[in-house]
């Protein structure tokens, strides 16, 4: 099947394209340099072309969420979407948490074709997948939480990094795993102690590795099975004021351990993840402030590091994150319902709704904390646009984050009329007046996301090769103000006018038209030497008989039961 999309203006930042009038061309589900005179013409004059938007960061699968989706018949009621025969999309419902069908048709109506599920619990993997194969459209990888895991904690506590790796090859075969994910490390497990750790230094209880011990050796680890993302840090003391400190410190842990891609172009050691939730300064809720300039001057100086947002919308939400003692906190906070999880050896999870009003003060300061730091960090190639849905608010919000962003004027009738005065008075928000282009935009959504994934060869950009994810916004860039014009940004990135994944046209004036379409899984498949590897798999199998209440053969997720799997190769050095 030959396509063409023609006469768009493309904004690509990987290829350093800008806003330039050119033709799109597909093939066999991938752009190809030109196609033959037979091909199926799009007219795309005076529209924006990007690259299939990639999520770095969600929150869409799963066992939490699904907790989520039960602990709030209240979200449900809140939006819901009958079946629409005509285009055979199936009914869906869920505002914060939406429904696997309604999740994938809205994140390909924004332009989105692929999304991370950042928190994966390994016991849990498969049902993560099933979810994830029944949201379409979307091509998708899972991120395993190592950061609380006993055998991690022990490896690394006895400084066995080879062990940790054959350890960690293994549990990311095992689940279909694409990254290693590290939330609050030490924290989780002291919290089935009914504790935390509030430092990087502190001892985890009844193991001997501390979280900054945790972080390096999952940092070398990672390089050594030469994984196409970083290690992806959710660091200590979230939403804790004066966590700033420990924020800084925490991503200075990994430093000067060399970058080691097997595939791709990542050139970063860690990738911090919901900054915003992490730049905070004070002693409490009562001296709170921003701290995103410090943060941002970090990443500025730094090159071994890339952040995601985690950006407030100021909604009604349902947190829920595998940082168990920080919802509790937060349950503590507002009073409202709370649901708590321990997975066995590995990890533990709590959900909680929560609102941020633009009228009370600290969500006030959260939203320009998170402004801050989209604006103050100066290189987008840095960034990744995110709102760790549904924590900080859902992802259907993106289209507002982007007009907020790349109008001042809006930011200003936000502080003047919407937002408490703390917003104002307790950031630096109010002074910044730069607006991102266009370009920023697609790089902070498509270029960055995908590079520091790993899948810059095929996601991300519209150079021959890639996989053939277009999105078109019915917007032109000669005529439309984004500073005047804001709300025009959002109504055109909210639904675009067409929408291509693997070449074939998903979405058309905003509504999706082919929801059959499923996407790929991603996963990292190492190697790894075999002594090492053997041997740690039998310890691994002694230790399931003794722990956990599933058998060692019934836990990994086979390769038959992913639909579509795309394995990514690393070699182990």
């Known amino acids: 099947m030959e396509r063409i999309i023609k006469n768009g203006v493309v904004y690509c930042p990987l290829n350093g394209i800008n806003g330039e009038k050119m033709d799109i061309s597909i093939k066999d589900g991938k752009i190809v340099e030109s196609v033959s005179n037979d091909a199926e013409v799009f007219d795309a004059s005076g529209q924006i072309v990007m690259p299939g938007a990639v999520e770095v960061h969600t929150h869409i699968a799963g066992a939490k969420v699904n907790v989520g989706r039960m602990l709030r018949p209240e979200d449900s009621k809140k939006d819901a979407e009958g079946t629409i025969e005509s285009t055979h999309c ?15 048709y809205r994140y390909a109506q924004m332009g989105y074709t692929t999304a991370m599920e950042a928190a994966m619990p390994p016991l849990l993997a498969r049902h993560t997948h099933e979810e994830l194969q029944a949201t379409p459209i979307l091509d998708h990888a899972a991120f395993p939480l190592f950061g609380n895991n006993w055998f991690v ?64 050796g999952l940092a070398e680890v990672n390089e050594k099975l030469r994984l196409p993302h970083s290690i992806h840090l959710h660091c200590n003391d979230l939403g804790h004021p004066g966590n700033y400190e420990t924020t800084i410190e925490s991503f200075e842990v990994p430093k000067g351990i060399k970058v080691n891609p097997a595939t791709g172009s990542r050139d970063t050691i860690v990738h911090g993840t919901h900054v915003q939730y992490h730049s905070y300064a004070g002693t409490s809720w009562r001296d709170f402030e921003s701290a995103a300039d410090k943060v941002a001057d970090y990443v500025n100086k730094n090159d071994h590091i890339t952040i995601d947002i985690g950006q407030v919308t100021l909604d009604e939400t349902t947190t829920m994150t595998a940082d168990g003692p920080m919802e509790y906190d937060l349950h503590s906070l507002n009073g409202l319902k709370w649901a708590n999880c321990d997975v066995e050896m590995e990890t533990g999870s709590g959900v909680v709704p929560f609102i941020y009003s633009a009228k009370a003060p600290v969500p006030a300061v959260q939203w320009a904390i998170g402004m801050e730091l989209s604006l103050l960090v100066k290189d987008t190639a840095k960034i990744c646009i995110t709102t760790d849905s549904p924590n900080a608010g859902p992802f259907t919000r993106y289209p ?149 209440s599933i058998g060692f053969d019934n836990y990994p997720v086979e390769d038959e039961y992913i639909l579509k799997p795309t394995p990514i190769n690393g070699v182990m050095l």
Request: hydrophobic share 40%; with cysteine.
């Open 90 to 104: 199936r009914a869906g419902s869920g505002f914060s948490v939406p429904s696997t069908n309604m999740t994938g």
């Open 400 to 548: 507002r984050i982007f007009a907020w962003l790349m109008s001042n004027q809006y930011r200003e009738d936000m502080l003047e009329n919407k937002l408490h005065k703390w917003a104002q008075k307790r950031s630096s928000i109010a002074t910044i007046d730069r607006e991102l282009s266009f370009y920023e935009i697609a790089q902070a959504t498509r270029g960055t996301p995908a590079k520091v994934l790993g899948l810059s060869d095929f996601k991300g950009h519209l150079g021959a090769g890639a996989d053939a994810d277009v999105a078109v916004y019915n917007m032109n860039p000669a005529t439309i103000d984004p500073s005047a014009d804001y709300m025009a940004i959002e109504k055109g990135f909210q639904k675009a006018s067409m929408v291509f994944k693997d070449g074939e046209l998903a979405v058309k004036d905003g509504e999706v038209i082919n929801p059959e379409l499923k996407g790929k899984t991603f996963w990292a498949d190492t190697q790894v030497e075999q002594n090492p590897y053997n041997a740690v798999l039998k310890e691994v199998e002694r230790q399931f008989i003794k722990y956990y």
């Open 153 to 216: 904690m022990d490896y690394l506590g006895e400084g066995d990094i080879e062990s940790c790796a054959a350890y960690a090859s293994w549990l990311l075969k095992a689940t279909k795993g694409f990254a290693i994910k590290i939330v609050n490390p030490c924290g989780t497990e002291a919290w089935g102690w009914g504790g935390n750790v509030h430092g990087i230094h502190d001892t985890a209880p009844h193991f001997k590795v501390t979280p900054a011990e945790m972080i390096k």
